[in-house]
């Protein structure tokens, strides 16, 4: 429909609209920030939850169960025939699933070696030969073709294989189109016959999967009972897509952080657009006057505005979607990098298209309802005759009143959380509510501490600006209502900046220290990089590795590690054995609550687990883990408890011995060499040329600290660009809240100029009065920042078990308040010059 | 309570602005009954309270005490609903600053008390040119405001306040922003307004010159009908602009 066939009220909302280009941009921004950053979170949320299902579901085909046994042991390859008989079963496939490192040119490239049995396995997957032929019981392997190619790697060379027998050389006999088990992992998959697999991992006569094709129609809750009852001890049968389970649990820290981002977001949206539109109806009173003495009732200009409000919240909503999927391509990389494994496309679904539509408009609304409600319950008549000051001078009591409502309500939510009156996940759904309502509570009940607020700037200005300081703050003060929202919108800007990033400042400590403890030794050597669910890329490599080591010049020590996936008290977990030395507890990271004498229990055989695991499951000290082996259930004492970042703290940490009397070891994950002193440059270039030789991946403690650093930089980059973005737009509405503020002093501003102030004299009232706004968001800003970041910091327990001593970032205190003192001024240099050139006569006459 | 006799019928009328020792009385019991078709000036010095009185007719502001009916219905017994619907279709505002909407054609500007009666978008159209022929602005239907005289800004004013065939003008000032010929051709048209089509007019004005035009001149002093003119019928406005001129 063109403009001209509008009805006459739209032409009116978009001319009106039209002429404000720059707030119908802010107020649009404001919605694009919110809606953005949830549709970002979600749709990359689901992304990295999606990559382990994918993943496991390409791998498995039409395989609906997997037989496994704990730690993804090998068990004899005939319970597949047994299982292949049971009714409900069409087809029974077994088969080898090991990480491996495909070394080539650039390092080694984590790869998963699938050993299958070429002439039965089409029976569970299908595979469509791009280049080349199938494989048979020859040495021969197939790779995707995507892969081959990125990895320069073509039909009839040869492919380089660390697996627990060494390095391995086989010839690549096809090349298949990158669908069914060859997406697996990101292409990164090696497919050769299930008899090679067994003579590279040492599992002669053994699978450790055994994939199970349901008959047509048959029920799967019924078929895996039917399968469970057959089943050694130590197998499981399950979903393949619950092996990324621990990757999962690994995620929920990162994403309550994001969450929480979200919600911040969201309210700081809200603020600009209520800025926005406070502003907004401020300039247009007399235009509803008018409208409601030409017979317009109260709701006609109530829903007229509103109307306004929701085309802006539907446009806005449609342009944060398409923004949310353009940053969920970069944070899906982040994450991807964080999780080290391949993380499919973000795709639209569903739910963050229903949230982002529901919220998008919803928050708009909110935002939107007070005033336009307000607007439209105005006597015309003062409007009508300019009677009533351009802004309120004095802030509504119910704002005050419903301010400190919403705060008391999360300071209730708060004691709740503290005294642990909530489970964790009401505790969870609450938090962010929690946030909402002290950030929204704080702005409403900005007027109570506005007046001691402003004479302790005025106080502070007094000195610096003399007369025109003192003269502004006066100013400031007689119109409390336009002053609270320029204050709010600061302040909003200023809490959104502490309180997330003082957190992620914090958690970036502490996991720099639980680096340095847990990460003592000065090189470490891998098979290939670990991806964060330790579901896909722990390559197994010989213990005799471990012996030519110590033979090293300024090798001191080697300690071998090894990490798997086992069910800790049912929940997936990382179990990481290693050599745990009295001497060093810090290795462990130990939980301050630890009794005396944890190293000497671990070293009898018990077991520390890892705080969030310990609160998942409701341990203690002194309980007993019941933990699942490939020889059985076991039930373990708990020695002590330890602050963990492995896989979100879901962990189990055991002496590598007692380990292995109840698991399959096969080799060793990882080599920890500690130099001796002096001898380490010395070491680092024979560990160089040791791992050139053996195609090994070796990192020195620095570059291990490097590396988890850039695995996180992409994550934690998008908090800061989000917050940096936030920030912006909100001192966009602080540009925009200053300039009507000069506005509306027009005829009070030709009044000082008619009684001799110089025009150098109104340029420094102005921005004396952007400086005591912006003192007088900061204030109140810093302290609610610190506020949410204390917020923030609650929930922690639940997620990890532990909370980490709350820290208040100084300079990230001044930092924030210097940038918003110096975006006050630098948005008031126009308006001020602006002021400064009035001319008397028409200001004197402005209405 | 009122007759029904009238189109406005004012009784004991008051208007307190304020509380306390800082009240200020802008309207004391003022009693006034206009007659259909009748053209009323109200005159006054500055705070007399004529525009005050104007408004409370007007259903725009509500009295301290008193009562306001027009054409027989209490407006103390409406709800505010009913005041805008009563604005929106029985009275017509012709204010001193114009009061249009800037962004919207002259057109637009006349068609919105039917648009927001509800009336269909082509039909509030025709019926907004029609008024708009009434006062001689076919010619600049799709002007904005900012793009016409002040003599046509008011006079798009009165189109708009005449679109709905209200049964009640209320002039407040309405040449209180023009200049000599623009404020005459204004005067002319509510002149014949009056005249020709039986419009009932109550104007404020500080004016005597305009206020000669009108049926009968109230006169009001410190918030109280201080003294009441019928002037001579059938005179044609023009034929009074020439009186009054005579005597300046």
Redesign the interface.
């Known amino acids: 429909m063109s403009p001209s066939r509008l009805p006459t009220l739209w032409r009116y909302s978009l001319r009106q609209t039209q002429r404000r280009p720059a707030r119908a941009v802010l107020t649009l921004l404001g919605i694009v920030i919110g809606v953005a950053t949830i549709v970002a979170v979600s749709v990359t949320t689901q992304a990295a939850r999606r990559a382990y299902r994918e993943m496991f579901e390409a791998l498995t085909g039409r395989a609906s169960l997997e037989v496994v046994a704990e730690a993804m042991a090998g068990f004899e390859a005939d319970q597949a025939e047994e299982l292949a008989a049971l009714p409900l079963v069409k087809a029974a496939v077994g088969l080898i699933q090991k990480p491996a490192a495909l070394v080539g040119p650039s390092g080694p490239i984590p790869v998963t070696v699938l050993g299958i049995d070429p002439a039965r396995d089409r029976a569970a997957r299908d595979y469509e030969l791009h280049q080349g032929r199938f494989i048979g019981e020859d040495p021969g392997v197939l790779l995707g073709q995507e892969f081959a190619s990125t990895h320069g790697i073509a039909l009839g060379g040869t492919v380089r294989l660390l697996t627990i027998s060494g390095l391995v050389e086989a010839p690549v006999v096809g090349l298949l189109q990158p669908s069914g088990a060859a997406r697996f992992h990101g292409g990164a998959v090696v497919f050769m016959a299930l008899s090679q697999a067994q003579r590279h991992f040492d599992l002669e006569g053994k699978v450790n999967s055994v994939q199970l094709v349901l008959a047509d129609g048959a029920d799967i809750g019924q078929a895996e009972a039917a399968v469970r009852r057959r089943l050694s001890v130590g197998q499981t049968v399950g979903v393949p897509s619950e092996r990324g389970q621990l990757a999962q649990d690994a995620l929920l820290n990162i994403e309550q952080i994001l969450a929480v981002l979200s919600v911040v977001s969201m309210v700081a949206g809200a603020f600009v657009i209520l800025n926005a539109f406070q502003m907004n109806l401020g300039e247009r009173r007399r235009q509803f006057a008018i409208l409601r003495a030409l017979g317009a009732s109260r709701r006609q200009v109530t829903h007229l505005l509103l109307r306004e409000a929701a085309v802006h919240g539907v446009a806005g909503t449609a342009l944060g979607i398409a923004a949310g999927m353009a940053i969920s391509l970069s944070l899906t990389r982040g994450m991807e990098r964080l999780l080290g494994t391949a993380v499919p496309s973000p795709a639209l679904t569903l739910e963050p298209l229903a949230l982002a539509i529901l919220l998008g408009p919803a928050m708009t609304l909110l935002a939107t309802f007070g005033p336009a409600r307000r607007a439209g319950r105005r006597a015309p008549i003062d409007d009508l005759l300019g009677k009533t000051p351009p802004a309120g001078t004095k802030m509504p009591r119910r704002w005050a009143v419903t301010g400190l409502a919403l705060i008391a309500a999360c300071g209730l939510i708060d004691l709740a959380f503290i005294r642990g009156w909530l489970t964790p996940a009401l505790g969870r759904l609450l938090l962010p509510a929690a946030m909402v309502l002290v950030l929204a509570g704080s702005v409403l009940a900005l007027g109570v501490v506005l007046g001691p607020l402003m004479r302790l700037v005025g106080a502070i200005l007094g000195p610096l600006f003399g007369i025109e300081g003192r003269l502004a703050v006066r100013q400031l003060r007689r119109h409390a209502s336009r002053t609270a929202l320029t204050v709010g919108a600061l302040m909003v800007a200023i809490v959104i900046t502490i309180g997330p990033g003082n957190e992620i400042k914090s958690a970036l400590n502490n996991l720099h220290a639980w680096f340095d403890n847990v990460a003592g030794a000065n090189f470490h050597i891998q098979g290939a990089d670990t991806d964060l669910g330790f579901s896909v890329s722990i390559v197994s490599l010989p213990e005799s590795l471990g012996h030519e080591l110590a033979q090293l010049d300024g090798a001191q020590r080697v300690d071998r590690i090894n990490w798997f996936p086992v069910r800790a008290g049912g929940r997936p977990a990382l179990l990481i054995a290693a050599t745990y030395s009295p001497d060093r507890p810090e290795q462990l990271n130990p939980a301050q609550d630890n009794p005396p004498g944890v190293m000497e229990r671990l070293a009898l055989g018990e077991v520390v687990i890892g705080t969030a695991l310990a609160q998942s499951l409701q341990l203690d000290v002194g309980d007993k883990l019941e933990l699942a082996t490939s020889k059985g259930s076991i039930r373990l004492r708990i020695a002590g408890k330890c602050n963990q970042y492995h896989a979100g703290g879901m962990t189990v940490h055991m002496q590598r011995e007692a380990a292995g009397k109840w698991f399959d070891l096969e080799g060793a994950h990882l080599f920890s060499i500690t130099a001796d002193k002096d001898k380490a440059p010395t070491l680092e270039s024979e560990l160089k040329a040791f791992c050139g030789q053996r195609g090994l991946l070796l990192h020195s403690r620095e570059q291990l600290r490097q590396d988890m650093d850039r695995r996180s930089a992409g994550t934690i980059g998008f908090l800061w660009v989000l917050m940096a973005l936030v920030f912006v737009v909100a001192s966009l509405g602080i540009a925009n809240t200053l300039t009507m503020n000069v506005l509306e002093q027009t005829r009070e501003l030709g009044l000082l100029r008619a009684i001799g102030m110089r025009r150098g004299q109104v340029r420094k009232l102005v921005l004396a009065q952007a400086s005591a706004i912006a003192l007088a968001g900061a204030i109140p800003g810093a302290l609610l920042g610190i506020v949410l970041a204390y917020m923030m910091n609650l929930p922690a327990e639940w997620l990890t078990g532990h909370r980490p001593p709350f820290q208040i970032h100084l300079w990230l205190l001044a930092t924030a308040l210097a940038v918003t003192v110096c975006i006050a001024v630098v948005a008031a240099l126009v308006p001020a010059d602006r002021a400064a050139r009035l001319r008397i006569v028409p200001a004197l006459h402005y209405e | 309570m009122s007759d029904g006799t009238h189109t406005v019928d004012v009784r004991g009328l008051t208007k307190v602005f304020g509380a306390g020792e800082g009240a200020v009385e802008a309207l004391r019991g003022v009693d006034l009954q206009v007659a259909r078709g009748e053209f009323v000036a109200v005159m006054g010095p500055s705070g007399s309270g004529k525009?005050t009185l104007l408004?409370l007719i007007?259903a725009?502001?509500a009295p301290t005490a008193g009562t306001v009916s027009i054409d027989g219905v209490d407006l103390s017994r409406m709800d505010?609903?009913r005041l805008?619907?009563?604005?929106?279709?029985r009275?017509g505002?012709v204010?001193q600053a114009f009061?249009?909407?800037d962004?919207?054609t002259a057109e637009?500007n006349v068609?919105?008390?039917l648009?927001?009666?509800g009336v269909p978008?082509a039909e509030?159209a025709r019926r907004a040119a029609e008024s708009l022929g009434l006062v001689g602005m076919s010619g600049r239907r799709h002007h904005l405001p900012g793009q016409l005289s002040g003599g046509e800004q008011q006079r798009l004013a009165i189109a708009?306040a005449l679109v709905?065939r209200p049964l009640l003008l209320l002039a407040d000032e309405p040449t209180g922003n023009l200049d000599s010929a623009s404020s005459d051709q204004i005067m002319r048209l509510l002149c014949r307004l009056a005249e020709e089509h039986g419009q009932t007019i109550l104007m404020v004005t500080h004016d005597a010159r305009w206020a000669a035009a009108a049926n009968r001149v109230i006169r009001l002093r410190d918030g109280r009908v201080a003294d009441e003119q019928t002037l001579p019928p059938a005179r044609a406005y023009p034929q009074v602009v020439r009186e009054l001129e005579s005597q300046l």
Do not use: H, K, M, W
């Not at chain 2, 805008?84 to 279709?89: F, H, M, S, V």
């Open positions: 525009s408004y007007g725009l502001d505010d609903n805008a619907l009563l604005r929106r279709q009275i505002f204010f009061n249009l909407l962004v919207l637009e068609s919105l008390p648009v927001i009666d978008e509030a708009r709905t």
